[in-house]
């Protein structure tokens, strides 16, 4: 067998990134990364992971530690001007459009709620249909992303006092 250059260039990107190669995670993302990925694909993999995985509270998180990584010294708000409220009576606004986004849907939140009640398999099933009937109402949006992070952390906290109110032990939690 010759020598392997997509499996070298690979190597060599991890390596200039900072990143470890002897990492049980980078290991495994390694073996798991078909040869012949380019970077492109392989970006579009992991933006797929981290919307459907993660959630996108932590898009900027994400993006700090992968600059930080990648040695790009420029801050993540510093490139997204249009993520932050930039006065008060914009972030007014945002603020009410979140609540409006919320009192909106509030009956099928709950139907969402009590569908997946008890099947935590289920979370991420629940979590897609939740942000499904969120983001349908954020196209065109000013500082969209600000107000969905808003909404959806309102969502998680009233979801987790919903739960908790029909469930003794988690509500053992919330003390």
Not at 52 to 67: A, K, T
Not at 125 to 144: C, I, R, S, T
């Amino acid at each position: 067998m010759g020598f392997d250059t997509t499996k070298w260039f690979k190597q060599q990107y991890f390596s200039e990134a900072g990143v470890i190669l002897e990492s049980e995670l980078v290991k495994a993302l390694n073996q798991a990364i078909p040869d012949n990925t380019g970077y492109k694909e392989f970006a579009q993999a992991v933006a797929t992971i981290l919307k459907d995985e993660y959630g996108s509270h932590n898009f900027d998180p994400f993006m700090e530690v992968l600059h930080a990584e990648l040695g790009i010294n420029e801050s993540v708000n510093e490139i997204k001007d249009d993520y932050y409220p930039d006065s008060p009576e914009s972030l007014s606004a945002a603020t009410a459009k979140a609540k409006e986004i919320l009192n909106k849907h509030k009956e099928s939140i709950k139907s969402i709620a009590n569908k997946y009640e008890g099947q935590a398999n289920k979370s991420m099933e629940m979590q897609k249909e939740l942000n499904a009937l969120v983001d349908a109402d954020l196209e065109g949006l000013l500082f969209k992303q600000y107000v969905s992070d808003k909404v959806k952390g309102t969502l998680g906290k009233a979801l987790f006092r919903y739960y908790a109110s029909k469930n003794p032990e988690l509500a053992k939690m919330m003390k």
